[in-house]
């Protein structure tokens, strides 16, 4: 016998996780990691601590220059972390 309403894993697992609340805190964790990829080893050495909140990522800096480097680039971060996640995660950075 034919099952003719088969569907994708994926697509189930991705429904699973809309309707139990469980996509938001997921592509919250997926930007935090991705953050080591968008913006490399140099600056993930100077990067303390990443959490977001009311989708804000803050991010502490050990380096005050860095920081005002990040600042003036911040929209571009916005951008790229969310295109990496596939997702609008976050609205804006905040350095600290």
């Not at 996780?17 to 993930?44: C, D, H, M």
């Not at 990040?70 to 571009?76: P, Y």
């Amino acid at each position: 016998m034919r099952r003719n309403e088969a569907e994708q894993i994926g697509d189930m697992i991705r429904k699973f996780f809309r309707q139990n609340g469980l996509e938001s805190p997921l592509n919250e964790y997926r930007l935090v990691q991705a953050w080591k990829e968008v913006v490399g080893p140099v600056i993930t050495r100077y990067t303390s601590n990443l959490y977001i909140k009311n989708q804000i990522l803050y991010v502490h800096l050990t380096s005050s220059v860095l920081r005002q480097e990040l600042m003036m680039g911040r929209d571009l971060l916005v951008r790229n972390l969310n295109e990496q996640v596939g997702a609008q995660v976050i609205v804006n950075i905040i350095f600290r």
